[in-house]
């Protein structure tokens, strides 16, 4: 009895931790209804239709901002067939000089894939801060591990492209500069646990918009 127990036991944990989309066919997302640990509800199967699992990225985002860089999501909220599969995807556009400053993605890890241009990326180990960076050119394709921080810049003399795909419909991103200098957390207390200097924490606050 005991024995049957050990086998039965994983079984039952298996089953207990699938997608909601192993249930049925798809859980098509219903961004009006609740959203929950296993992502949105989903949408009645006899309302869902052919174009909730196609989207289109053909479009460049839009780099003239701070970071000359865009992300396109394709996540669940505006791809709704993608809710419940553990999968999603965005399209990255680098203008020269680009750059997705350090960042995570705490619930998920990413494939990131290059169409066009030149591009260096890292990620650093939570153990012992290990660095594993690379230059990476046309046809490159880089793994980023859940929950570590990378960045990636357009190292090239042109623009660039890449696409990222995530092992969730909705991977999360935190950016540690917004994270850190946008937000209103006292001067002198971000000076304190960062060992930045206080004029140097007022300029990036100023930067990425954070006060006090």
């Given amino acids: 009895m005991f024995i049957q127990a050990l086998f039965i036991f994983p079984i039952l944990l298996l089953i207990a931790s699938s997608t909601q989309a192993s249930v049925l066919d798809f859980c098509v997302a219903e961004p009006s209804l609740p959203f929950g640990p296993a992502g949105y509800s989903c949408k009645n199967p006899a309302n869902v239709v052919v174009d909730d699992f196609v989207y289109n990225l053909s479009a ?20 709704p067939g993608v809710n419940g599969l553990g999968i999603s ?12 400053p350090f960042h ?20 650093i180990s939570s153990n012992d801060n290990v660095v594993y960076y690379k230059t990476l050119y046309q046809g490159d394709v880089m793994v980023f591990p859940q929950g570590l921080l990378h960045f990636q810049i357009n190292s090239g003399n042109g623009p660039a492209l890449a696409y990222s795909s995530f092992s969730s419909a909705n991977p999360g991103l935190q ?21 930045l200097d206080t004029l140097e924490v007022k300029k990036l606050k100023r930067v990425f918009g954070g006060t006090n």
Avoid: C, W
């Fill in 104 to 123: 995570t993605h705490p619930g998920a890890s990413e494939i990131l894939v290059v169409i066009q241009g030149q591009i260096s990326t890292a990620f």
């Fill in 60 to 79: 460049a985002g839009n780099t003239s901002n701070l970071l000359k860089a865009a992300v396109t999501p394709a996540f669940a909220p505006a791809f």
């Fill in 175 to 195: 950016i540690t500069d917004y994270a850190m200098f946008g937000n209103n957390l006292p001067t002198n207390i971000v000076v304190k646990a960062t060992f």
């Fill in 89 to 100: 995807i965005a399209r990255l556009d680098f203008a020269v000089g680009g750059v997705i």
